[in-house]
C-alpha cells in the first residue's frame, strides 16, 4: 500500500480596502484579497509564499 503525498497550504487574507476617513470598511460589500499557495513541499511553499508576498507587499518587508 503506498502513502498519499501530503499537501500544504498558506493562505493571506486582507480585510477590507478603507474608505476615506476610515481604517476599514465594514460594509459587506466591501473588497478585500486572498492569495493561496500549495506544495507537497513545506520549505518549497515557505518559499513561494514568501518570494510572493515580497513582491506583491514591498513596503512591509523592507524590499
Known amino acids: 500500500m503506498r502513502a498519499s503525498a501530503s499537501v500544504f497550504t ?3 487574507e486582507t480585510g ?4 476615506p476617513g476610515t481604517s476599514r470598511s ?7 484579497t486572498a492569495h493561496q499557495w500549495t506544495a507537497n513541499d513545506p520549505a518549497a511553499l515557505a518559499e513561494l509564499a514568501a518570494r510572493d ?3 506583491l507587499l514591498p513596503r512591509l518587508t523592507g524590499q
Request: proline share 12%; net charge positive; charged share 35%.
Open 26 to 32: 465594514r460594509r459587506p460589500d466591501a473588497l478585500g
Open 53 to 55: 508576498l515580497r513582491m
Open 10 to 12: 498558506a493562505r493571506v
Open 16 to 19: 477590507a480596502f478603507p474608505r
